[in-house]
């Protein structure tokens, strides 16, 4: 009786420890990169392993009571352990994010913001498409080696470089154009200090705010990164084809929600798509459908006029919002809504309940968009984020210091 008692308590406190175990990782760390999450659940294995199950073996004769009340305790142990490793791993995986400050170049170019801003409305006067550019180009250079400038690197003859993947052929050059400028300008005053990475994470911000979108803060101190290979882009960057489920998969890889998610897709409030994006849609959705059955008629009518199946101009292009094209507001919300989102991938964000609640909010609080754009957008600024020695500050956005 009093043996089984002990080991009804075991059994009591090793299901704690589990679920102790589960709920501290999906609370704290739901908005972390995949390897800290894998880094963790192996230490988590480790220690279930090795932990100090030698007092529940058989072995040497030992009295009962103390046997099964170390037992007993084991867990107790094992939890005291894991907390200190969670804690240490937080501490380590966090650094980079942490070392990111607000007024990190206040002292070696305290007019970088002025600068910045200037080089933004000069090159706005002169492309207006230039501010969708410069945010896809962001969110391409921080899906494949984190937010570290390595989608400005051009190639050479030993190293195909991330620009030059298939997927990012269809980038605008007035994107990279307006980094290269915004370098020079900086460059000018503060020559050697400011990285590309920072560069290209405040310019988006100012082309946002300078088409009617929310100012939010940037915090800074990147370093740009040594890396920039064509063969890392495809696996990393969510494509136009992917069903929710995908999407979700591939954006919790670099340490973002299903929030994150709905909320960085209202960057298709403003800019273009190629034809080639939704051509799936249209002509060869399925084996049994030729066209997408989602496609409103009169709208599936209008893509097919603008992209004939046979077409072979690789420059014709769609808005995503038809109605402000060039304007950063919350119209894509309510294109969404009334049923004429131009990718698979928009088209899937109503798949979910929780995500079509989310679509009609933002579809009626412009306001409330741009509140989480902001915060969603400082998430994804953070990204893989490179640091010290980690990284260096480029001389030319376009190629690797020497």
């Known amino acids: 009786m009093f043996v089984g008692s002990y080991f009804s308590i075991l059994l009591i406190l090793r299901f704690c420890f589990f679920l102790f175990t589960f709920l501290f990782f999906l ?65 380590v995986f966090s650094a980079a994010a942490d070392k990111l400050e607000l007024g990190y170049y206040s002292e070696t170019c305290p007019n970088l913001e002025e600068i ?17 550019a410069v945010v896809r180009l962001l969110f391409h250079d921080c899906f494949i080696e984190g937010c ?13 470089a991330e ?29 050697g200090v400011v990285s590309c990475a920072d560069i290209l994470v405040i310019i988006a911000r100012n082309f946002i705010e300078l088409t009617g979108g929310p100012s939010y803060p940037v915090l800074k101190g990147r370093k740009d990164g040594f890396i920039s290979e064509a063969a890392r882009v495809q696996d990393n ?22 929030e994150d998610l709905v909320v960085l897709s209202g960057a298709h409030t403003f800019g273009f798509a190629h034809c080639k994006q939704f051509h799936k849609r249209l002509y060869n959705f399925s084996r049994d459908r030729a066209m997408d059955p989602r496609l409103p008629p009169v709208f599936a009518s209008s893509l097919k006029a603008a992209c004939p199946e046979r077409g072979d101009d690789p420059g014709l292009v769609l808005p995503f919002d038809p109605s402000t094209p060039f304007a950063f507001d919350n119209s894509y919300y309510k294109t969404l809504v009334a049923g004429n989102a ?8 109503l798949a979910k309940r929780k995500t079509r609640e989310m679509i ?16 969603a957008m400082q998430r994804l600024s953070s990204v893989g984020v490179k640091v010290g020695s980690d990284g260096d500050v480029r001389r030319d956005c376009t190629a690797f210091n020497r």
């Not at 400038?149 to 030993?158: G, K, R, Y």
């Not at 980094?179 to 020559?191: D, H």
């Not at 009609?360 to 915060?375: L, M, N, P, S, V």
Request: some cysteine; aromatic content about 8%; overall charge neutral.
């Open 237 to 258: 960057l969510p494509g136009s084809t992917l069903n929710l489920h995908q999407l979700l998969r591939n954006f919790k890889s670099k340490g973002l929600d299903m």
């Open 342 to 349: 131009l990718l698979i991938s928009d088209e899937t964000l």
């Open 148 to 160: 570290d400038a390595s989608i400005m690197i051009t190639s050479t003859p030993d190293n195909l």
């Open 360 to 375: 009609r909010e933002f579809a009626r609080d412009e306001q409330k968009f741009y509140q989480e754009f902001g915060a």
């Open 27 to 91: 609370f704290f760390f739901r908005s972390s990169p995949t390897e800290m999450k894998l880094y963790i659940l192996e230490e988590c294995i480790v220690i279930l392993v090795h932990s100090k199950l030698k007092w529940c073996a058989k072995g040497p004769a030992r009295p009962r009571f103390a046997h099964e009340l170390r037992c007993a305790m084991a867990p107790v142990r094992e939890i005291l352990v894991m907390v200190s490793l969670l804690k240490a791993s937080l501490a």
């Open 163 to 191: 620009r030059d993947a298939e997927v990012n052929r269809d980038l605008a050059g007035d994107g990279f154009d307006a980094v290269v400028r915004a370098k020079a300008a900086v460059e000018a005053e503060c020559p």
């Open 116 to 132: 910045l801003a200037t080089s933004a409305k000069l090159k706005l006067a002169e492309a207006p498409t230039t501010p969708a």
